[in-house]
């Protein structure tokens, strides 16, 4: 087995004397990864507290990591933003501090939260699937990468453009926007709480379907036949009792029916588009 193993960490240490003015521009780090199997299907896993998430397809082999870092503004008290102490000089640290390891063509970034806020753009290979999570003042794009995809975004949107395979996504506090070019015979969900749910398959698409919004509406351009019972029924037989449970919703079929698909939201919209 090839394994590349990078430990990122302090590297392109500026060290800035403060002469009466505060440093807050940008720092970029750029990083090749090689994958032990060019060629193959590979997998970018990412799962950080604070910051954006970008992943992009592009034509070479390598894993491409791009990390931008900005001095945070907020969570830092009015002492540790001072310019001097006890007549001393302040001294900026603008190095960035984080990891990334690639075992078996699957690549895994992480960084420990502190004064910087990192935010990564990442290119791969389009063949690739993304696992993908952030907490706080980050949004998550990804474009044009083919794969099995999870994302997840507690306080920011999500916005997948011309993706293939399936996908997982849920966004607590923001919209979902994703519009695929194929999709692959697999079951699919997309949730969240306050946000709209805007999703934009193939017009080939087959599937059943089942739609929740608790204050919102549900639209489509496709010709979804309903099922009689007008949501989801699910029974259950365990240890002697049998039990029948409705989901509120709307259920039905597209094309015929196929792999299930779950909208959910409970302050938001639902939008169903063919594309």
């Known amino acids: 087995m090839k394994?590349?193993?990078?430990?990122?960490?302090?590297?392109g240490i500026f060290l800035i004397f403060m002469w009466g003015s505060m440093v807050?521009?940008?720092?970029?780090?750029?990083?090749?990864?090689?994958?032990s199997n060019p060629g193959q299907e590979g997998k970018?896993?990412?799962?950080?507290?604070?910051?954006?998430?970008?992943?992009q397809s592009h034509n070479?082999?390598?894993?491409?990591?791009?990390?931008?870092?900005?001095?945070?503004?907020?969570?830092?008290?009015k002492k540790k933003q001072e310019k001097s102490r006890d007549g001393m000089k302040r001294i900026v640290d603008n190095s960035l501090s984080?990891?990334?390891?690639?075992?078996?063509?699957?690549?895994?970034?992480?960084?420990?939260?502190?004064?910087?806020?990192?935010?990564?753009?990442?290119?791969?290979?389009?063949?690739?699937s993304v696992d993908l999570k952030t907490v706080n003042d980050g949004n998550i794009v990804v474009e044009g990468v083919d794969g099995t995809h999870e994302v997840s975004n507690t306080n920011?949107?999500?916005?997948?453009?011309?993706?293939?395979?399936?996908?997982?996504?849920?966004?607590?506090?923001q919209n979902i926007v994703v519009t695929f070019?194929?999709?692959?015979?697999?079951?699919?969900?997309?949730?969240?709480?306050?946000?709209?749910?805007?999703?934009?398959?193939?017009?080939?698409?087959?599937?059943?379907?089942?739609?929740?919004?608790?204050?919102g509406n549900i639209y489509t351009d496709f010709e979804v036949v309903k099922s009689s019972n007008g949501g989801n029924v699910k029974t259950t037989n365990k240890n002697g009792v049998y039990r029948v449970r409705r989901e509120k919703g709307v259920s039905g079929t597209i094309n015929g029916g196929g792999p299930e698909i779950v909208f959910k939201t409970l302050n938001g919209d639902i939008l169903i588009r063919e594309n």
């Open 60 to 77: 070479g082999e390598d894993v491409i990591i791009e990390a931008y870092g900005d001095p945070k503004s907020r969570g830092w008290n």
């Open 3 to 11: 394994t590349h193993y990078n430990t990122l960490k302090q590297i």
């Open 156 to 173: 920011g949107k999500i916005t997948m453009r011309n993706v293939g395979g399936s996908v997982i996504a849920d966004a607590l506090n």
């Open 44 to 55: 970018i896993i990412v799962h950080i507290i604070d910051g954006d998430i970008t992943v």
């Open 24 to 35: 807050t521009g940008q720092t970029k780090e750029v990083f090749n990864i090689p994958l």
């Open 98 to 128: 984080f990891t990334v390891e690639e075992r078996d063509n699957k690549v895994y970034v992480k960084y420990t939260p502190g004064k910087w806020t990192i935010d990564f753009v990442i290119k791969v290979p389009k063949q690739f």
């Open 181 to 215: 070019d194929s999709v692959d015979n697999a079951n699919m969900m997309f949730s969240s709480l306050n946000g709209d749910v805007d999703i934009s398959f193939p017009k080939t698409l087959q599937a059943n379907i089942l739609a929740r919004s608790d204050n």
